[in-house]
């Protein structure tokens, strides 16, 4: 009994053992939350493969707790009519801060994942760290009050930050491009602002929650993201769970050599991808091959995001030193990705990141075949190269994602947790 119907992905599985109800009622919460139609007791006890009872009881809590709701009878089966249960997209809200060196995001989501409220500020850096951190305590503060939504039903504030980071205290270690932020005791000054709960992690490992946030409903996930900004970083995502590594730094890619004779790291050794395909150098190159105009001494550069989309623009247009640029770049990105689809035999590799937009035409072009040929699991499966389903501007969404993560998703750790206590 309790078999998932046919067709029905498996999911995470509850267990009838005691103490485990925090576990189970996140088995309960995530399945409701990936099915679009809602579904009934008996539907999720097949699913969870929980009693009937164990069901019954925690949707009881849940429905007083207002986390989900009853949305009418199902009358199209046998039996008599069940009671569809959904998501409360009222039942609780998260903030989500993106860190950038530039500019710091807010956004304030419901409990389904839409965004309320958002709100870019320039990052201080200017000050104190820690003052900066206790100033952008107050701004959220002040980002739940707009929103209007109850103090009481949030449950939690996600911040993406540049990393590497100290998981384990919640500290921001020494990120590059923000002098002075060395081991800033994050978490804990914004807990002690804002009084409420706060989750930490590297910006990258934000994303991946947030992308696998975006695949609900999607069989079990399988997938590497890499993000292309100033650095370049990678979030991992294997069966659904989030990966963070000993310490919250998964996914350091930046030093997987692409180019034995290419231009040298501050490693110490050469064409390290960070170097390669960091689009600072794409738009080096394409200014040395006269792609892009010299910039005027004493002017102010244009931004790099802009010069990099005239480079992919003059590629689309058919320049032949531009596409030869970006086609390098593409196949250096390859070999790199490569690396990781062969090390854990994901299914798909997701490109996102501010520099993504620019990058995309060229690399969803040429990227998939080079990573073909070189995936030895193609041979089994193929290795499917995405875009990200998150439109750039996203990054605090992905930040809020971390704290809806954490009430959804029954992950293997969660359920240790909750063995020990
Ligand atoms: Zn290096």
């Known amino acids: 009994m309790n078999a998932p119907a046919p067709g029905v992905p498996q999911r995470r599985r509850g267990t009838n053992l005691p103490k485990m109800g925090d576990f189970n009622q996140a088995v309960i919460l995530d399945s409701i939350r990936r099915s679009e139609e809602g579904l009934s007791r008996v539907e999720l006890a097949a699913l969870a493969g929980l009693a009937a009872q164990t069901v019954s009881n925690i949707c009881r809590r849940l429905l007083d707790s207002g986390l989900i709701v009853e949305a009418g009878k199902d009358g199209s089966g046998p039996g008599k009519p069940r009671t569809i249960l959904r998501l409360n997209p009222k039942g609780m809200y998260a903030v989500g801060v993106h860190i950038d060196p530039a500019l710091t995001s807010y956004a304030l989501l419901d409990a389904v994942g839409t965004v309320l409220f958002s709100v870019d500020e320039a990052t201080e850096l200017g000050i104190d760290p820690a003052q900066a951190v206790a100033n952008m305590g107050t701004r ?11 103090f009481g039903r949030i449950a939690g504030v996600g911040v993406a930050t540049p990393g590497p980071v100290d998981a384990a205290s919640g500290t921001v270690v020494s990120p590059p491009h923000m002098p002075g932020w060395t081991r800033v005791p994050l978490r804990d000054i914004l807990a002690e602002t804002t009084g409420l709960t706060v989750v930490v992690e590297k910006d990258v490992t934000a994303s991946a929650v947030a992308e696998l946030w975006a695949w609900s409903g999607h069989a079990a996930a399988n997938f590497v993201f890499v993000y292309i900004g100033t650095g370049i970083g990678a979030g991992l995502v294997l069966n659904d769970e989030v990966v963070r590594g000993s310490s919250g730094n998964v996914g350091e890619i930046g030093h997987i050599i692409t180019d034995p004779d290419g231009p040298l790291c501050d490693c110490g050794r050469r064409g390290c991808v960070k170097v390669t395909c960091m689009p600072e150098t794409v738009v080096g190159l394409a200014r040395e091959a006269g792609v892009l105009p010299a910039h005027p001494v004493g002017e102010p550069a244009p931004a790099l995001a802009d010069e990099l989309a005239a480079v992919a623009r003059a590629a689309a247009e058919g320049e032949p030193s531009a596409v030869e640029i970006l086609d390098n770049s593409a196949r250096r990105m390859a070999g790199a990705v490569s690396v990781l689809t062969n090390l854990l035999d994901v ?11 620019a990058l995309a ?23 499917e190269i995405a875009g990200t389903r998150l439109t750039s501007g996203e990054e605090a969404f992905g930040a809020a994602c971390l704290v809806l993560e954490k009430s959804f998703n029954a992950s293997a750790e969660q359920l240790l947790l909750d063995a020990k206590a």
């Open 140 to 150: 959220i503060l002040s980002v739940i009050e707009q929103s209007g939504v109850p």
């Open 347 to 357: 299914d798909c590799v997701v490109f996102g990141g501010p520099f993504w937009p």
């Open 361 to 383: 035409p060229v690399y969803l072009s040429k990227v998939p075949a080079l990573v073909a040929a070189l995936s030895v699991t193609t041979c089994v499966h193929s290795v």
